[in-house]
Structure formats: structure tokens, C-alpha cells
């Protein structure tokens, strides 16, 4: 039976999925044979997401029954992961003003980057895979812990999709010996460790959502209380899970724009210390102001070198079909690149 795509308004310049899910913030989306779509598993379904028209298409494939659900419909859920409340154009229009040493918040190739609002569980842990490595290798071990501890969702175009794993399968007997096992090194005590704290110290998942409710400094000191997680992977839940828009995760990326771009006299610095990484933070929070964790968002993901030629993509295709337009993106953009190492 063919499925029936179902959509809601939604312009490119809110938000680009072609960036937004690729650019690192979530490791679990992959394209469809035909490059047109993407594939990922959220809140137990397997969404197909594509963009069209002024609008973001979606159909689940499949899903978990009797699962429950925080939202009436699936539009509302995918707005909400989306946080498409949030006006993306008018804080471009805000940080192009304040920010006049960096033009790519005003140019068309990267407009459309916006924060995700993920699952805590999924995204503390994937970053906690995130250390040292780089997008193609975290999403392999990603889909790995899935396989090996979560819930088999179904099967698409030959490929089987999970769940995310609960923490109560993260604390099983042996996890981090499997994990090693699996080639996950010291993340394995990292992922087994963050995991027994949760559930023994703070009573399980809901403790994650709750700090949602928390004010920033409170809920990053929590999370860096955890196994194997230092400020940077805070800030990235903190950003990214717990609706905290001001933080700014640091890594030695960031470092290297920071210097480069607004504070030189970081240049001479060999290692980014505890104090580089809290002065950088606040510089952006006071540049960029109260969505700063977004705005950094953006310069990371135009100085990454998978989409460095979009600017020239977009000047060659001008005018040019859809189905060209796609080729040469698809060819001038490869499917993974290597992040800094802290």
C-alpha cells in the first residue's frame, strides 16, 4: 500500500533539513536510496521527512504500537523537535546586525540552521560517543547501541531501524564489556557509567526531562556530575535537549573560529583550558545574546568542510532544474567529514 506524504508550511529559510540533519547535532538520519528524503527513528516511528514547495513533508513508515504519545499528531510532534516556535529569520536579521564581522548569517546558502529539541537519553548519550571522533565514526557507534540495546522499529528498503536504548538496558550486567567489544574504547565505562547514575543516583530518565525546568547553570552542573561528561557534551544537552538556547558548546572547532574570527589573542594558547572555554562561551552570549547556543550553531556548521562549496553549488545551479541542483550538491557534499579533536 503506498503511503500518503502529509505536510505543513514551512519555508527553507526556517529551517533546512539538509543541513540541520547533518551538520552533527543528531546522528540517526540517513537519505533514502534516492537522495530525496530523510530517514530516522524518533518517539518510536520511522519518519520520512522531505522538503518542498514551502513545505516539510513527512510519513511514518513504521511504528511501535500502543506506545504512548505526548503529542495529538505527528505535524505537532515534528514541529516541536524542530522548535519551529521559534522565528529563525528574525534572530538571522538580529545576529547579521550585531555580528558584522561574519556575513554568514545573512547569506543564503546557510540560512535555515536551527537547534533541535531532542530526546535527553538519546542525545546525552550520543554525545557522550561524540569525544574525540568524528560525525561518520559517532554515527556508527550510535547505530550500534541501538542495534545491541534497543527495539527493533522495522524494516525499510533492507534496512532494519531501532529504538534508542532506555537506560534501564544501558545498565544491564556486561554492558561495558560488550560495548568494548564493540570498539567503543573508554566510552564504553563513560556510556555504562552516566547510565547507572541516572537510574541509581536520580531515579531513572524522568530526572533528564526535569532538567528542563532547571536554570542553566544548575542543570550543566548536573549533567557534568555524570560519567564521562565534561562541559562541552553539558553544553551540547543542555542545547540541544533541556531548551537552554544561550549555551554554547566549545571544542577545539569552535576555538579555532573563536581565535581566528573575534578573539586573537587566543592564538597563542596550545590547549583549550577550563577558563579559554568559559571566556569564548561568554563572548558569544554577550554577541549574540539570548539564542547564542543557536547562532553558534550556524558558524559551525558553515566552517565545516561538507558544506564549503555551497556557495558555489548555488551560484552553478541557478535557474537549473531540482533533479540538477540535487546531483551537484550531492556531488560537490560528501556524506561525512571529520570533526577537530579537543
Known amino acids: 500500500m503506498t503511503k500518503i506524504w502529509k505536510c505543513f508550511v514551512c519555508d527553507k529559510s526556517q529551517l533546512n533539513i539538509d543541513l540541520v540533519l547533518a551538520c552533527g547535532q543528531s546522528f540517526r538520519w540517513t537519505k533514502s536510496a534516492d537522495l530525496t528524503s530523510w530517514i530516522g527513528v524518533l518517539n518510536h516511528r520511522l519518519y520520512m521527512l522531505k522538503q518542498g514547495n514551502g513545505n516539510l513533508y513527512f510519513q511514518v513508515l513504521k511504528e511501535v504500537e500502543n506506545k504512548p504519545r505526548e503529542f495529538n499528531t505527528d505535524a505537532e510532534f515534528l514541529?516541536?523537535?524542530?522548535?519551529?516556535?521559534?522565528?529563525?529569520?528574525?534572530l538571522y536579521k538580529e545576529w547579521s546586525s550585531k555580528d558584522t564581522k561574519n556575513l554568514k548569517f545573512s547569506q543564503n546558502q546557510y540560512s535555515g540552521i536551527r537547534i533541535l529539541k531532542q530526546d535527553p537519553v538519546e542525545n546525552l548519550f550520543s554525545f557522550i560517543c561524540s569525544q574525540n571522533n568524528n560525525i561518520s565514526r559517532i554515527t556508527q557507534l550510535v547505530e550500534k547501541l541501538c542495534t545491541k540495546y534497543g527495539e527493533c522499529i522495522g524494516t525499510y528498503e533492507g534496512k532494519k531501524y531501532y529504538s534508542f536504548p532506555t537506560i534501564e538496558k544501558l545498565t544491564r550486567p556486561n554492558v561495558e564489556k560488550q560495548l568494548r567489544e564493540l570498539c567503543f574504547g573508554y566510552r564504553a565505562k563513560f556510556i555504562s557509567g552516566a547510565?547507572?547514575?541516572?537510574?541509581?543516583?536520580?531515579?531513572?530518565?524522568?530526572?533528564?526531562?526535569?532538567?528542563?525546568?532547571?536554570?542553566?547553570?544548575?542543570?550543566?552542573?548536573?549533567l557534568c556530575s555524570l560519567t564521562g561528561v565534561g562541559a562541552k557534551v553539558a553544553d551540547c544537552v543542555c542545547l540541544m535537549s533541556l531548551n537552554k538556547h544561550d549555551a554554547v558548546p566549545i571544542d577545539t572547532?569552535?576555538?579555532?573560529?573563536?581565535?581566528?574570527?573575534?578573539?586573537?589573542?587566543?592564538?597563542?594558547?596550545?590547549?583549550?583550558?577550563?577558563?579559554?572555554?568559559?571566556?569564548?562561551?561568554?563572548?558569544?552570549?554577550?554577541?549574540h545574546g539570548q539564542y547564542a547556543g543557536w547562532a553558534h550553531s550556524v558558524l559551525f556548521t558553515a566552517d565545516l568542510k561538507t558544506f564549503k562549496g555551497l556557495s558555489e553549488v548555488d551560484e552553478k545551479t541557478e535557474g537549473k532544474p531540482e533533479s540538477k541542483k540535487r546531483k551537484m550538491v550531492?556531488?560537490?557534499?560528501?556524506?561525512?567529514?571529520?570533526?577537530?579533536?579537543k
Open 253 to 287: 572547532h569552535m576555538w579555532q573560529i573563536a581565535s581566528r574570527d573575534y578573539l586573537p589573542h587566543l592564538k597563542k594558547n596550545k590547549t583549550l583550558t577550563n577558563k579559554m572555554y568559559q571566556e569564548i562561551g561568554d563572548f558569544f552570549r554577550e554577541l
Open 195 to 222: 547510565a547507572k547514575a541516572i537510574l541509581n543516583d536520580h531515579g531513572g530518565s524522568s530526572w533528564l526531562h526535569e532538567l528542563r525546568k532547571q536554570p542553566y547553570k544548575e542543570a550543566h552542573e548536573a
Open 79 to 90: 514541529k516541536d523537535y524542530f522548535n519551529l516556535d521559534i522565528d529563525l529569520k528574525s
Open 330 to 341: 550531492n556531488k560537490k557534499t560528501p556524506t561525512s567529514v571529520k570533526k577537530t579533536k
